[in-house]
């Protein structure tokens, strides 16, 4: 028996919070004139009566949750929001179709960033800022789901690497989850000021500094701009924009560490070590290559090469320059890098490198265990010992990863994309990084796929987002079994 | 310390092997008078000379072979047929240069079939004839590989599945070991000189149906017509070619209970009943959309549809038809399909479906594992246990295969291949199976790549070919501590 109660409970209070942040958009509105303040007042009205009746209707139940209850609570949590998330676009006409809209929803909630806007400057300014915002509440509720929710469904196999701790003891759980998510808000608010100060002072004007302040916390990376970043060709915003990028990639309890001085806790952290070393390595790597191949001066090199490294390992997905126009080996290197993902715990998507590490390290023991077949070779990351459980469930977590990578370039290679674009859309709606390669490049966008082609991504970046278990559960028999 | 002894006294018998072999071309050289009687005798001399020199070196140590003796045996061994394989080519002139010899080898030996050969019919004879052989002797050389060696090196994790009983005990490995081994290769070479005799019957000649039985029994895929199988357009012909393709793909513990009519023996094995099942509803699915996509008529479009499935699931890569000229879907799904290989204990290259399977239905044991965690829910497969340590290495495996391709593709492109090519040519070569897709498509070849991608592809085959880990094991420091 699912109990009802609390998921309606949940889903009530989603609607009401995203209608009220749907007003949020009125100011800007009103201040551009730009005629969107009843599609905005409208969508958020809505949004707010419905959540605001589902929480007067008298469902019986208890407020007891169970696994099964959280699974359809972070599931339909998200539908609903996808749901009323599409009202300003549809009510305003921004984009009047509703897969259109539909896609544009997910890609923002879920913090892709791939956009079916052809002209972004000519979107009106409070619809625009809700499309930001999407993005921001998608990070916000990403923050939520892997510290509060995920370890208690079990889902991820990255639990260990999260928490702070080894992990609670079940009595005191909601209290320290409490206490942790709002800490981890704290910080998330905190950078996004920040962000939108340093911004201010770089010279954008208000409207576009908390813009892209909101997409670059939540790794989202909607832009106001057609060009997206390429638009700001200045180091004293760009070089920001990436330090921030990498900030919001990082492990949120490293960067608590950090922010507390305790500098020894954060280089403790096995998969920040990692992160620094990758971006420092390939930014090397590729600075090299795209100043062999382009006539870029070397400090323009360097900055554009480090930003896109960033911007697709953090799976932000801001465009500086166009990878795919530095040669067959760099694209498919960046192709690659759509499958990393920055760190746990941060509002990143993708695989993640925890998962990656676990994997390289355990592969590695694996020629050791051949070897010597009788010796015990335990697993460590970050001073603990990985449990076998644990083990299985990352390294199935990346092979379905894979399957779902192999599946969705299959379907949408049938509804017509050709092969680079198939797996380049398909990886980056996945990985919920925004730009791919081929015909859904870093400067083409998602508008010219078809309906059932936005459909499909769709799906997968909400795959994605919720590190696949937590969709897929639902469609496997042991889930409806009553006990 | 490495016991050098065994190590060479098998490479000696290995070249005196394949020295006799080479001569065995001479008859066809003599019938056809093509001119390549001398470099066949001098190649062949030149090993046997060679082998038997090694034989008679006095090295000292003893005959033990401990593991690490058996990596190295597999690995040098393999390095040694290949280098002196070469010879025939490089000593008529056929192919000129080394690294060319070195990748057509490589292709033979491999069981891949990717040529760098322009025009094949203008080969002499006796040449294509030893080209045929070395993927015979690379059929055979991966039949005792899976029989005998690895199972004693712990590679692979499939050993479960290729013995017939659970396992032998120490004490009587040698004979029971040389008993099956003994077995698979009557049935080896039986089924190479049935084949032989039912395409004669079709409608070849004998050099041509020789010639083609030894290469699909090998899973190897060269073929004596520029056309490859497209030449002959003839049911009488095609489907003997894909019931034997099927048939060599089969793990031969199962063909062997086949043989004795223990036909429940057949049905047990879940990999077979998968094999089965995946060639039967993709013949299904592909020849609808081939019939759909194309003018062909239904006889024509199954059999091309089922010739091109069951060619690249066995990995033998002969061609019958361009799967890349039909449509976006079917190219994508060919492309997934040269990661899926037959089955173990097979000539068949590739994962294998048995990998495929062990990860399909843990995956979906997971789901059940994150609702109830408390419960062992053990995985079982052809009624037996699958213990967490298979598990593991099974899982470690498909990774490491992901890996391996993910870095091949981006070192292609690297050296200037285009993105689908280079994915495609990685793939086929990993994957041992032949064509591929983009520029190294079914009716293109591998002689306009640059000698450095060619020795890239050449690398990766070896390293498909030996379960991956018989080679990257050498590369890391375990190999090389004493102890
Ligand atoms: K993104
Ligand atoms: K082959």
Redesign the interface.
């Known amino acids: 028996m699912i109990n009802f109660r609390p998921i309606a409970r949940v889903i009530a209070v989603l609607l009401m919070l995203i209608g009220g942040m749907m007003l949020f958009g009125i100011p800007f509105s009103l201040y551009y004139e730009s005629g969107d303040f009843w599609a905005l007042l409208n969508s958020g009205l809505i949004s707010i009566i419905t959540g605001g009746a589902l929480w007067l209707i008298p469902i019986p139940g208890t407020t007891n949750i169970k696994?099964?209850e959280g699974y359809l609570i972070v599931a339909l949590g998200w539908l609903a929001m996808v749901t009323f998330g599409m009202l300003p676009y549809l009510l305003s006409g921004v984009i009047p179709d509703v897969i259109g809209a539909f896609f544009e929803t997910v890609s923002g909630m879920t913090t892709t960033g791939a956009s079916v806007l052809t002209d972004i400057e000519s979107v009106p300014k409070g619809i625009l800022f809700w499309r930001s915002l999407t993005q921001w509440i998608g990070g916000m509720g990403i923050i939520v789901l892997t510290v509060a929710i995920f370890p208690l469904?079990?889902?991820g196999g990255i639990e260990l690497f999260v928490a702070e701790a080894p992990g609670p003891t079940s009595d005191k759980l909601h209290p320290r989850i409490r206490e942790t998510a709002k800490r981890l808000w704290q910080i998330y608010v905190g950078l996004t000021g920040l962000l939108c100060i340093v911004l201010l002072i770089a010279g954008l004007d208000f409207y576009e500094a908390i813009n892209h302040a909101l997409t670059t916390m939540a790794t989202g990376g909607f832009s106001t701009k057609n060009a997206s970043m390429a638009y700001y060709d200045l180091p004293q915003v760009q070089y920001p924009i990436i330090f921030f990028m990498f900030l919001a990639g990082t492990n949120y309890t490293v960067i608590y560490f950090g922010l507390k001085g305790k500098f020894k806790n954060v280089w403790q952290s096995d998969e920040f070590r990692a992160y620094l070393t990758i971006v420092g390595l390939l930014a090397v790597i590729v600075t090299l290559a795209v100043h062999n191949n382009t006539d870029l001066s070397w400090e323009k090199a360097f900055r554009d090469s480090l930003f896109q490294i960033v911007s697709i390992i953090t799976t932000t997905g801001f465009v500086s320059a166009d990878y795919t126009s530095w040669g067959?080996?760099l694209?498919?290197?960046f192709?690659?890098l759509l499958f990393l993902g920055a760190c746990a715990g941060s509002t990143s998507g993708g695989i993640k490198l925890i998962r990656h590490l676990v994997?390289f390290k355990?592969?590695?023991l694996?020629?050791?265990?051949?070897?010597?077949?009788r010796a015990v070779i335990p697993l460590k990351l970050n001073g603990q010992v990985v449990t076998?459980r644990i083990?299985?469930?990352i390294?199935?977590f990346?092979?379905?990863y894979?399957?779902l990578f192999?599946i969705g370039?299959?379907v949408v290679?049938?509804l017509?994309?050709?092969?680079?674009t198939?797996?380049g859309a398909t990886a980056t709606a996945l990985g919920n990084v925004g730009p791919g390669?081929?015909g859904v490049g870093p400067v083409d966008n998602f508008a010219w796929l078809s309906p059932p082609i936005k459909f499909v991504l769709s799906i997968l970046m909400l795959l994605g987002r919720l590190e696949l278990?937590t969709i897929?559960?639902l469609f496997?028999p042991?889930?409806w079994k009553s006990n």
């Open positions: 696994k099964r469904l079990g889902i067959n080996a694209t498919m290197l192709f690659v994997f355990n592969s590695f694996e020629f050791k265990r051949i070897l010597h077949p076998g083990l299985t469930h390294i199935i990346l092979l379905l894979m399957i192999v370039s299959i290679a049938a017509g994309l050709e092969f680079t198939a797996v390669i081929g278990f897929l559960v496997t042991y889930f």
